[in-house]
């Protein structure tokens, strides 16, 4: 894994993140515990949870990154 860690993701902040090829841009809206947040994808709007992203493991490419 590299990137940053799910310990330091804020709440109100953008991140890009990658997990077995698919890319994903998400803003994080709430934690909800056992790092585990609420996300919306800020290209479509959608809202999810993180976990969702990671549910079938997290392959060699799972990386978070700053959005700034």
């Known amino acids: 894994m590299s990137g940053l860690s799910l310990d330091v993701l804020r709440v109100g902040k953008r991140y890009r ?5 698919d890319r994903h841009d998400v803003e994080i809206e709430e934690a909800i515990g056992k790092g585990d947040f609420k996300v919306k994808d800020i290209h479509t709007l959608e809202h999810y949870r993180l976990s969702e992203i ?9 990386e978070i990154r700053d959005l700034t």
């Open 17 to 21: 993140v990658v997990n077995f090829g």
């Open 54 to 62: 990671t549910r079938y493991g997290k392959g060699k490419d799972f």
